[in-house]
């Protein structure tokens, strides 16, 4: 995986997380990983294809969800219900969102799905033997652990460099 794609997702989720729930953000150690994730108890998933194609999981613990989605919606939910799932969900899309643009701003055009989200722990997801880099993102409300598994499209990014820019029409 190409390490210029982790400072987008860092920069973002550090942001995202400071402006929508007012928690501080401190980066845990780096680890490559080969094997399939496990998940923790909310997972969000959500896939890139572009010029960076690939898949970033955001997972955590139930009780960070909730803290989370509590100092969002400024009100304390007690269960992962509809509203605080859809909540975290959003939390995810917000982050892959704003690193997308950042990467695009290198170069590295992507579009994001919409985001899924896996509740309970210990299900197996396989990122098909990309190698995911596991950056742990600490708060007071808890570990938030994102997994990237991205890759450049070479294809794309070689098409998009063969696109001419287009000129404005002469009047």
Same mark, same amino acid.
């Given at each position: 995986? #190409?390490? #210029? ?61 909730? =803290? ?16 605080? =799932? ?24 992507? #579009? ?60």
């Amino acid at each position: 995986m #190409n390490v #210029n794609f982790l400072n987008p997702f860092v920069t973002a989720a550090r942001d995202v997380l400071k402006m929508e729930t007012g928690v501080t953000v401190d980066r845990g150690d780096l680890k490559l990983d080969l094997t399939p994730h496990f998940t923790e108890e909310v997972t969000v998933v959500i896939a890139l294809i572009g010029c960076v194609e690939g898949v970033v999981f955001y997972s955590m613990r139930a009780s960070m969800a909730l =803290q989370l989605v509590s100092r969002m919606m400024g009100e304390k939910m007690e269960t992962l219900d509809s509203l605080a =799932q859809s909540g975290i969900a959003e939390i995810g899309n917000v982050i892959t969102g704003r690193a997308a643009t950042r990467l695009a701003e290198t170069g590295f055009e992507a #579009n994001i799905s919409p985001p899924s989200l896996v509740m309970g722990k210990d299900a197996t997801l396989s990122t098909m033997g990309l190698p995911r880099l596991i950056v742990p993102l600490e708060t007071e409300c808890g570990t938030m652990t994102i997994h990237l598994a991205l890759r450049e499209n070479r294809t794309t990014s070689r098409q998009a460099a063969d696109i001419p820019t287009p000129t404005k029409p002469e009047m």
